[in-house]
């Protein structure tokens, strides 16, 4: 599958742009992340960018992953490419035991986080974001409540590095699809 075939799939199924947002973080990093292990980066990217393509169709733990399996098999997706996006929901209990499954568990949930720090600064930019502004903000358990900042340490450590590193590369990762996100804010790159 190409990258253009796996976003017409996303496109077809998710109407919220932030959902779609969301993806695309996460290929980004999953790329950074592939290129850094020298991995191929096109099938680690279209992990990231299919990984929640049916959550709006099926937004609960019961269907998500799980029932937006048969259409990505449908649409000839690999099972082992499969296998590896129903990983990515702990509810599975499909075992994390490749490089890559271990990176899109990583790199799920803290896009999140970044991108709510970027939002709330005053340039509303990832150019001028920074680890350590992202450290401030995970202490206040109140800022975006809704992300799981346990979950993201334990996968950032099952992917074998540090919770901070980890941020630092997932905003450079980001800052490369910075105006695709809305996040280039007040700032030129």
Request: hydrophobic share 40%; proline share 4%.
């Amino acid at each position: 599958m190409t990258r253009e075939e796996a976003l017409a799939i996303v496109r077809e199924f998710v109407k919220n742009e932030g959902l779609v947002r969301h993806m695309l973080c996460v290929e980004a990093v999953m790329r950074f992340y592939a290129e850094k292990f020298g991995e191929d980066v096109e099938t680690w990217g279209l992990l990231g960018l299919l990984h929640d393509f049916d959550w709006e169709i099926h937004p609960t733990l019961e269907g998500h992953p799980s029932e937006g399996a048969p259409i990505l098999r449908e649409r000839g997706l690999s099972e082992e490419l499969v296998q590896d996006i129903l990983s990515h929901a702990d509810h599975m209990n499909i075992p994390r035991d490749t490089l890559r499954r271990k990176a899109l568990s990583a790199c799920d949930e803290i896009t999140g986080l970044v991108t709510a720090v970027a939002l709330v600064r005053p340039s509303r930019s990832l150019y001028d974001l920074e680890a350590s502004s992202v450290k401030k903000k995970w202490k206040d358990k109140a800022f975006a409540a809704g992300t799981n900042r346990e979950e993201m340490e334990t996968a950032a450590k099952e992917f074998g590095i540090d919770i901070w590193e980890h941020t630092a590369n997932v905003i450079l990762a980001m800052r490369k699809i910075a105006p695709e996100l809305g996040l280039v804010g007040n700032l030129q790159p």
